[in-house]
């Protein structure tokens, strides 16, 4: 079984819809992490927690909220999507070795969503 | 302004050919370095990552990388690729004191037979 799962895989929604994009991990890591990917842009972080109680803002978080049920779960919000929220999610973990910034990041398979 | 560069979009080589992916940052201090891949409808991988100490890392599936303080470059090797090497490379960095890494837009592998 997967160590990062994200569900749906695939998602077709119109504009203005509330869209939900949940991710679950069993590596028991602390750190979880939203990204997206568009063509040409590479991974850009949207939203990141080092626990449960730490939420925290990316790069672009305009459009996008987030929940941490759990260790490990963490869920992404589109409150009223539009259509240039297109683009391929991706979540991510990691592991948290004693010095900052050396962690291998572990990411889900990604939800590919469409916003007509 | 920090920043991370891979300045090729596409490279396209044969099959048993050899490979350099570039990978370019602009930091203060040399940050941690890592590379990723990206196959076809999957997640992202780690191949390899630098901190300190020998310039050149090996990775996993023959992969390595060779760190240059002097050109603040990174880049990504392989002596003979394989048609299972098609796919998306990431360069990733994350500046010293921080937690966050920062991706390059990312350079997209073809191999020919």
């Known amino acids: 079984d997967a160590d990062v799962t994200q569900t749906p895989r695939n998602r077709i929604t119109k504009t203005g819809k509330r869209i939900m994009l949940e991710c679950s991990q069993t590596?028991?890591?602390?750190?979880m992490y939203w990204y997206r990917q568009d063509p040409g842009l590479g991974l850009r972080l949207i939203y990141y927690?080092?626990?449960?109680?730490?939420?925290n803002k990316g790069e672009i978080s305009d459009g996008y909220s987030v929940s941490r049920q759990a260790q490990a779960k963490f869920s992404l919000s589109l409150e009223s999507a539009i259509p240039n929220q297109t683009a391929l999610y991706f979540c991510?973990?990691?592991?948290?070795?004693?010095?900052?910034?050396?962690?291998?990041?572990?990411f889900g398979p990604g939800t590919r969503l469409t916003v007509l | 302004a920090q920043s991370v560069t891979q300045p090729d979009i596409h490279i396209t080589v044969s099959e048993g050919a050899s490979l350099e992916l570039r990978c370019n940052y602009s930091?203060?201090?040399?940050?941690?370095l890592f590379w990723y891949v990206q196959s076809p409808g999957q997640g992202l991988q780690l191949l390899l990552k630098?901190?300190?100490?020998?310039?050149l890392v090996q990775g996993i599936k023959g992969f390595e990388a060779e760190f240059k303080r002097s050109q603040s470059s990174f880049n990504l090797r392989k002596p003979s690729v394989h048609w299972s090497d098609a796919a998306e490379y990431f360069c990733?960095?994350?500046?010293?004191?921080?937690?966050?890494?920062?991706f390059g837009r990312g350079t997209s592998l073809i191999v020919h037979p």
């Open positions: 991510a973990t990691s592991d948290s070795p004693g010095t900052s910034g050396r962690d291998t990041q572990y």
């Open positions: 590596k028991g890591h602390d750190r």
């Open positions: 927690s080092f626990d449960v109680k730490d939420i």
């Open positions: 930091y203060g201090a040399t940050p941690y």
């Open positions: 630098y901190f300190s100490g020998d310039t």
């Open positions: 990733a960095v994350v500046e010293r004191g921080s937690y966050i890494p920062t």
